[in-house]
C-alpha cells in the first residue's frame, strides 16, 4: 500500500490520484480509436469524455459525502480532498451517465451506438482505477488471515480492490468479445451495467467499510435497482 508515490517539487504525486489520471486517459485514447468506425471525430469524443468524468466526479463525490455525512459535517475540508479517495461509482454512473447523455442530445450523435462505443473502456477504465484503491487502502475488505496486510488499518484484509479490478477487466474482455455483434443498439451498454452491479453486489459481502441496512449495503440495493432498470430498458428495446 502506498498512498503517496513521491514529491515533484512541493507537489505530492499521490497514487489514488495517478490511478484514475491514468484510467482516464486509457479509457479515452481508447473510445475515440474505436469511435472513428461511427465517423464521430476524436476531439468530439474528448469533449464528451470531459462533461462525463466531470459530471461522475461529481456525482461519485456527492453520494459518498451523503452516505457518510457525519464525518464530512465534522471535516468539511475532507470534502475537496479527493486524494484521499472516496468515490462511489453508483455516484459516478448516475452523474456521468446524466452529463453525457446532455451531450450526446446537444451533439445530437446516435445514442445507442455511443454507449456500446464507450461501454467496454468504461469497465477498462474501472478496473484500473481500482489498482488506486488498493495503493490508496480505501474500499477495503473484511479481516482475514489469508488478506493482505494493510499498514494504516494494521490488519490482514480481504483485498476487495484486486477482486473489483479482476471484475471488470473480465467485463472488458467480454464486452469487447461481443460488441461486433451487437453493437449500436445501446444493448452493451445495458450488458455493462448489468454485469458491473451484479459483479459489486456481490463484492460487497465481502467488504468492510459499508452499514447495512436489512443485511444489504445502500450500495448493494443501488445495484439491484439498476439491474431492474437495464432489464426493463431492454425490454423496451426488444419491443422495437
Not at 143 to 162: D, H, K, N
Request: aromatic letters at 14%.
Amino acid at each position: 500500500m502506498h498512498p503517496l508515490i513521491c514529491h515533484i517539487g512541493p507537489f505530492p504525486v499521490h497514487s489514488y490520484g495517478l490511478m484514475l489520471a491514468l484510467a482516464l486517459a486509457v479509457s479515452a485514447v481508447l473510445f475515440a480509436r474505436d469511435a472513428r468506425r461511427l465517423a464521430i471525430s476524436s476531439e468530439v469524443i474528448y469533449d464528451l469524455v470531459f462533461w462525463i468524468v466531470l459530471s461522475g466526479l461529481l456525482g461519485a463525490r456527492v453520494f459518498y459525502v451523503l452516505l457518510n455525512v457525519d464525518f464530512f459535517m465534522a471535516q468539511p475540508l475532507e470534502i475537496v480532498m479527493l486524494q484521499n479517495g472516496g468515490l462511489a461509482w453508483q455516484g459516478s454512473f448516475a452523474g456521468g451517465f446524466i452529463g453525457g447523455l446532455l451531450f450526446i442530445r446537444k451533439y445530437r450523435l446516435p445514442l445507442g451506438a455511443v454507449l456500446d462505443s464507450a461501454a467496454p473502456f468504461i469497465a477498462l477504465g474501472q478496473a484500473i482505477g481500482r489498482i488506486g484503491c488498493l495503493l490508496n487502502g480505501c474500499c477495503y475488505g473484511k479481516a482475514a488471515s489469508w488478506g493482505l496486510y494493510f499498514p494504516v488499518w494494521q490488519e490482514r484484509l480481504i483485498p476487495t480492490q484486486i477482486f473489483m479490478s479482476l471484475g471488470e477487466l473480465t467485463i472488458f474482455l467480454i464486452l469487447r468479445h461481443k460488441q461486433p455483434k451487437v453493437a449500436g443498439s445501446g444493448r452493451l451498454f445495458i450488458l455493462y451495467v448489468v454485469l458491473s452491479s451484479v459483479e459489486r453486489f456481490m463484492i460487497e459481502f465481502f467488504r468492510a467499510d459499508h452499514q447495512l441496512y436489512w443485511g444489504l449495503s445502500i450500495f448493494q440495493y443501488v445495484c439491484m435497482a439498476l439491474v431492474v432498470a437495464a432489464l426493463v430498458v431492454n425490454g423496451m428495446l426488444g419491443k422495437k
